[in-house]
């Protein structure tokens, strides 16, 4: 078994609040006895919950399979392997209402089906195997997905999606074919707007095979995959669900080094650049970027009203506003690269803007 952070995982877990859930930066390294399904396992964890019937194909806690990917934190724990439909595991966490919330995991995606002779299909429509949620207005106890990452077959390797919620057919594919049994780090989001209440996905998957340098950034890249297709919209998230489909669609699936958090270096476990980590604003977003029609967005993981500061690229001040709903007028600039100073309390962020 692994090592590496195993005081940090029981501390972070051990963090419960009411009615099961946790606070966020949530961190699951898997450090369970070998061997056992994930909502059983030793030692107790009674964050983890089981959302069907459990069966002789559950998930089930493996040795970890040796992970390479460099710039997130030493391992520690052992891993999880989902094969084929079972059970599904979710754990709760406290409400997210407004910013950006991220999730990231290790992953090697295995062809085997749990069920011998049971070919994986894999095919169209694709299944979701992870996604965000939150707790369902209509039928207390069950979950709405949303942030849903989807595979599917494509000859001899698959092609990954990215869904705001859960119906194949507003699913936004990746054209990249991956391998099986390829170790990749994936990272998703779910961004609130508070604006037009239509919240955006995104995908990163980052193959250590064939990354430069270190695997993973310490300054959020460009998504792999961005959508906010379909008519889905989740105005909060609170759970992170893990979902097998049937034996013929969900291939053997190891994930490891889960973490749920609302910036993309907490859930990455990266360091912000010298100059960019401290008072930072909070799942602070910008959109769109670039700016077409004369309007920018900004919403955080508060609701505070923001002092804005825009400036040339020669450092002279053109606009200099209070937004207290999440709306800025920009449509005085002309085409052009701008530099935006964002302060919310005591914190402040930068962030460069272009208009179209």
């Known amino acids: 078994m692994k090592k590496k952070l195993l005081l940090l995982a029981t501390v972070i877990l051990s963090i419960v609040q009411s009615f099961g859930q946790v606070t966020l930066p949530l961190y699951e390294s898997f450090n369970y006895t070998e061997g056992e399904a994930l909502a059983n396992a030793s030692p107790a964890k009674s964050q983890w919950t089981s959302v069907a019937t459990a069966s002789s194909l559950d998930d ?36 997210q209402t407004s910013g950006t919330v991220y999730y990231s995991f290790l992953a090697i995606f295995k062809e085997n089906s749990a069920a011998p002779g049971t070919v994986w299909t894999g095919a169209d429509p694709g299944i979701q195997f992870i996604s965000l949620g939150q707790e369902s207005s209509t039928t207390p106890g069950n979950t ?50 508070l604006v037009t209440n239509i919240p955006t996905s995104k995908l990163w998957v980052i193959d250590p095979a064939t990354s430069s340098g270190t695997d993973v950034p310490n300054v959020e890249p460009a998504a792999t995959i961005t959508s906010n297709l379909g008519t889905t919209n989740r105005l909060n998230v609170d759970r992170i669900y893990i979902r097998q489909d049937s034996n013929a669609k969900t291939p053997g699936i190891i994930i490891d080094e889960l973490r749920v958090a609302t910036n993309y270096n907490t859930v990455t476990g990266t360091t912000a650049p010298l100059g960019l980590s401290k008072n930072e604003i909070a799942g602070l977003n910008v959109y769109p970027n670039p700016v077409t029609n004369g309007k920018v967005f900004i919403s955080s993981s508060s609701s505070d009203a923001k002092k804005i500061t825009i400036y040339d690229i020669l450092g002279k001040q053109l606009i200099h506003n209070e937004v207290s709903n999440g709306t800025l007028d920009v449509s005085s600039l002309s085409k052009g690269v701008y530099l935006m100073k964002i302060s919310e309390g005591a914190s402040s962020s930068t962030r460069k803007l272009i208009v179209e």
């Open 60 to 95: 089930q806690i493996i040795a970890s399979p040796g992970w390479v990917t460099t710039g997130i934190p030493g391992y520690g724990g052992s891993a999880l392997f989902i094969q084929g439909g079972s059970t599904d595991p979710q754990i709760k966490f406290t409400s």
């Open 144 to 193: 709405n997905y949303t942030c849903s990452i989807f595979i599917k077959k494509s000859g001899a390797g698959f092609v990954l999606g990215i869904n705001k919620g859960s119906s194949t057919t507003e699913t936004t594919w990746g054209s990249t074919v991956y391998n099986l049994d390829t170790e990749y780090y994936i990272i998703a989001s779910h961004t609130f707007d």
